[in-house]
Nanobody, 118 residues
Framework: QVQLVESGGGLVQAGGSLRLSCAAS????????MGWYRRQAPGKRRDLIA????????NYADAVKGRFTISRDNVKNTVYLQMNSLKPEDTAVYYC???????????WGQGTQVTVSS
């Protein structure tokens, strides 16, 4: 079972940038899809906002398209999310996981809090 640890969050002003990291305890080389999710308020569901395949193909939710970039390093077993032009509505707890056919494959990590001030 792969365990996921997110880091890199913090407090940033609107228009700023952050880079999130997701370190996996095991190899992600054979995991096709890796993604970033976010939960914008307690009790709300986690929304999938970015996905990357093993071949490097990416897909983004409309809300972050053009501002966020997902990448992965299969040697370091790490997935990244570069977030630029941040907006207050990007404030959320960010998580990574592997999007499966019926939902996320692995147990959730603790997430990393991103707060964007106006």
């Amino acid at each position: 079972q792969v365990q996921l640890v997110e880091s890199g969050g913090g407090l940033v002003q609107a228009g700023g940038s952050l880079r999130l990291s997701c370190a996996a305890s095991g190899s992600i080389f054979n995991i096709n899809n890796m993604g970033w999710y976010r939960r914008q308020a307690p009790g709300k569901r986690r929304d999938l906002i970015a996905v990357i395949t093993n071949g490097g193909r990416t897909n983004y939710a409309d809300a972050v398209k053009g501002r966020f970039t997902i990448s992965r390093d299969n040697v370091k077993n790490t997935v990244y999310l570069q977030m630029n032009s941040l907006k207050p509505e990007d404030t959320a707890v960010y998580y990574c996981n592997s999007p499966g056919d019926v939902g996320p494959v692995y147990d959730w990590g603790q997430g990393t809090q991103v707060t964007v001030s106006s």
